[in-house]
């Protein structure tokens, strides 16, 4: 083991590995060096347009741009426009002042709208959602519909109790129920009426059947 190796001894006091602290660290990571990266790449751009420009102005606009960085820092560190200005043109005595004016204003600007989006992002995306809103067609709502009247469910018959049978039944167990005054034997407690069956036919069932206690038993058939 090296002498930069921890030892099991050194590890025990220290603080526990927060797992979810890292993973958002090194997203800022990704973010901050991919910014600087798209810089890097945007001053060469800038530096390529320079060395092509056609004319003293396009020039001084794109060699402005290639050293933004470096100018944001002198602005940052409290340097006005006029002494940067005052700097370029003895550093760039053959580039008109008036184009380097122009170029310096450019650049100035630049870093005032990157100020803005990085100070306000929150407000940014508030007046863009707000106009989102505004822009969408209001949706009417929907007409209240009545609640569709539910079935009352029917209530099992007690045990050994009678049930009178339907009277009023389009079906042709009512009607052979309304014609015979037929009603639930006491002997059936509907623990065997079927899902699919309806109260007439169970009643005209229970009456065209005996009672489990008269029925033949058939050879084989065991006693329940």
Do not use: C
Request: no cysteine; proline share 9%.
């Amino acid at each position: 083991m090296t002498q930069d190796d921890d030892t099991p001894d050194e590890r025990e006091g220290a603080a526990a590995f927060d797992r979810d602290a890292a993973i958002q660290q090194l997203h800022q990571t990704e973010a901050a060096l991919r910014e600087i990266v798209r810089r890097k790449r945007q001053a060469a751009q800038a530096r390529a347009r320079a060395a092509q420009a056609s004319n003293q102005r396009e020039f001084a606009t794109n060699s402005l741009l290639a050293i933004e960085d470096e100018l944001f820092t002198l602005f940052d560190s409290g340097e006005t426009p006029a002494e940067i200005l005052a700097y370029l043109k003895r550093s760039m005595p053959d580039v008109p002042v008036t184009d380097l004016r122009r170029a310096l204003q450019t650049i100035r600007q630049r870093r005032v709208r990157r100020d803005l989006r990085v100070k306000s992002p929150a407000a940014s995306s508030t007046r863009s959602g707000t106009r989102s809103a505004q822009l969408a067609p209001a949706s009417r709502p929907a007409p209240p519909q009545a609640p569709a009247a539910k079935r009352p469910a029917a209530a099992p018959p007690a045990s050994g109790a009678a049930r009178p049978a339907a009277t009023n039944s389009a079906s042709p167990a009512g009607s052979a129920i309304a014609a015979l005054g037929l009603t639930l034997p006491p002997w059936a407690d509907g623990s065997d009426k079927l899902p699919t069956e309806s109260d007439e036919d169970y009643v005209l069932r229970k009456n065209l059947e005996t009672p489990p206690d008269h029925r033949r038993r058939f050879i084989g058939e065991q006693n329940s």
